[in-house]
């Protein structure tokens, strides 16, 4: 047996009732080495796991494809197995800690024979940060720990931060044989454990992503007085060097990496304004001796969506990607052995393989050669924008919380709540509506509450009033906003032109935090003056503008309903506080004179 880079007892006996329960052939700890990484990416190229990229265009970069039915994040096989069924909440599959450790061990029995298990100690967060957390998965994919070293801090320096204590994440991982009927992705949140079996999709099996950061630190975060959320970190510099930040929760399909890595507008570089990239995803929030909330990002590294990201839609994020990245379900250029993928370019190439392997003509096929869910996983150091705070340990202090959806009618371009209570519901009611792509029917509403449906870890009522006590506990909260990017007139055009132009509604954000400009209280709280949205060099008429920020009495009563019936869902577990909202803005709502 291989020697043991900690001699943790906790961790110690853990790891060794995996190996009886998995059986591999050999067991590697991962000790984070150039040496050692650089050995595996020969192994697993020399297996096919991955292949190398062209070393002149994409150095340091690898291409990898999965099982064709094996692409995505499976929810509906996804359990939170906690002691009690209500404590997992009417928006999560819950399963018993008993059923399910039973049927794991089932699965996971003998299932690395003849397999090596990599054991990887990580870091979510920067190692040392009072923010952070440790974890250990153990897996038997090569691409897992390529990955992991990726969007975590793996290997040595984390198990010495570790010390003796027992306070880690536990993550067991196998790719078994990928039986879907077999795949399950198990959190304990009670026993701060995670397993997942027969998936080698990243989304599933990169536990240290959403299984640990969201679903299982939000329950932690619950028990310890702190907030993990499904949330970007941003940074906005004005001409005089003051950087304010900004975290943001959207729905998927709403702009939230672009937000993340946003170019201002060519007039207000020229100013000196400039935005930084804290992080794309995730954040998780203290409040510190001053009161405020103060946020890391605890990843480090991107896990984009491929398709659709190019050089004019998000410069930042393909510049990300030029170095040390893995792309998974991409098409592969076999005339320069590089990447492509919908939207990349307008020059699809024409000998290439699409993400299943086979033969691909990007001119005259009607098949896509990226899959709609294909992925690059790249190094946040990366990232042109990438803010100097990225990695403070004592992370940066957040300003503005912005919550978002893809509302035609409903919500205006910004608004800001009256108070955190206000925004807590704000929050908790965020919804988008379907578009005829998505789902063959337009203007479905679908709830997802702080953009955190999938990955509560706990039940969603209960997650309500922790918002609600953070804002009690922190006695200079931010200031808490709705933006809506996706406006539209009667025929369906986009009211703003949204990318790079809604810096300008940030900087009208940024200024409402510094009691810098006034606003217009109406039914849904404060809405910006007309004058107060600078659109200079920007084709938009005052008339238009107006109708951006304008309320439709119809849509919002409509949107009542809906937050009726999803406010059913938690029963007793609703706190009073979001009932109470939900009356004033049915109160304020009735009163609108249109």
């Known amino acids: 047996m291989v020697q043991a880079l900690t001699k943790n007892s906790n961790v110690l006996k853990w790891v060794d009732e995996v190996i009886i329960m998995t059986n591999p052939k050999n067991v590697v700890w991962i000790d984070g080495s150039e040496e050692q990484l650089k050995s595996l990416r020969k192994n697993a190229c020399e297996t096919g796991e991955i292949i190398e990229l062209n070393q002149e265009k994409y150095p340091g970069c690898y291409y990898h494809r999965s099982n064709p039915n094996d692409v995505a994040r499976m929810e509906d096989r996804t359990f939170i197995c906690c002691s009690k069924e209500e404590n997992a909440g009417p928006t999560n599959n819950w399963m018993s800690p008993e059923n399910a450790y039973e049927l794991g061990r089932d699965i996971f029995n003998s299932c690395m024979v003849n397999r090596t298990m990599y054991i990887i100690p990580y870091s979510m967060g920067p190692v040392g940060s009072p923010f952070s957390k440790i974890g250990i998965e153990i897996t038997d994919s090569i691409y897992v720990v390529l990955n992991m070293n990726i969007m975590t801090r793996i290997g040595q320096e984390s198990l010495d931060e570790l010390g003796d204590s027992s306070d880690f994440v536990r993550g067991v991982h196998s790719k078994c044989n990928l039986d879907e009927n077999k795949r399950y992705i198990f959190h304990f949140p009670e026993d701060n454990t995670i397993w997942s079996c027969n998936s080698a999709y990243g989304g599933n099996v990169l536990l240290g992503k959403k299984c640990f950061a969201l679903r299982i630190a939000s329950y932690q975060g619950f028990k310890e007085d702190w907030m993990a959320e499904h949330m970007l970190i941003l940074g906005i510099e004005n001409p005089k060097g003051e950087v304010k930040y900004i975290s943001a929760a959207f729905p998927s399909a709403c702009g939230k990496t672009n937000l993340a890595m946003l170019i201002p507008p060519e007039g207000y570089r020229k100013k000196g304004y400039k935005v930084w990239t804290v992080g794309d995803d995730i954040a998780w929030l203290r409040i510190k001796e ?43 250029n076999l005339d320069d052995n590089t990447v492509w993928w919908e939207k990349f370019d307008d020059n699809p190439p024409e000998n290439a393989l699409d993400w299943r392997g086979n033969p691909w003509n990007g001119r005259t096929s009607t098949e896509k050669g990226a899959h709609p869910n294909s992925r690059f996983t790249a190094p946040a150091k990366n990232c042109p924008s990438i803010s100097p705070n990225w990695e403070a340990p004592e992370g940066v202090p957040i300003s503005a919380i912005i919550f978002g959806g893809r509302r035609r009618k409903t919500a205006p371009l910004v608004y800001q709540s009256r108070d955190w209570q206000h925004g807590v519901f704000v929050g908790a009611t965020m919804a988008s509506e379907t578009t005829a792509a998505s789902s063959g029917k337009v203007g479905v509403i679908r709830r997802d ?20 006590d953070m804002g009690k506990k922190a006695c200079n909260p931010p200031k808490i906003f709705h933006v809506n990017w996706f406006r539209t007139n009667d025929n369906g055009e986009f009211l703003w032109p949204g990318f790079g132009e809604n810096f300008r509604v940030l900087e009208w954000i940024i200024d409402r935090c510094e009691d810098l400009v006034d606003a217009e209280e109406l039914a849904i709280g404060y809405i910006p003056k007309v004058n107060d949205i600078n659109v200079e060099g920007l084709n938009i008429s005052n008339e238009k503008l107006e109708s951006l920020l304008t309320l439709d009495k119809e849509s919002w009563a409509e949107d009542i309903k809906s937050i009726e019936g ?7 577990k609703l706190p009073k506080e979001l009932n109470d909202e939900l009356n004033i803005l049915k109160n304020n709502i009735n009163n609108l004179n249109n």
């Open 290 to 332: 001053d009161g405020r909330l103060w946020a890391i990002n605890p990843e480090a590294g991107f896990f984009g969506v491929a398709p659709g990201t190019n050089e004019k839609s998000n410069y930042n994020a393909m510049m990300s990607t030029k170095k040390d990245t893995i792309f998974t379900n991409v098409a592969l």
């Open 449 to 468: 509450p702080m953009a955190m449906l999938p990955f509560c870890g706990y039940n969603m009522g209960d997650y309500f009033g922790h918002w609600l």
């Open 566 to 572: 999803f406010f059913g869902k938690f029963g007793d």
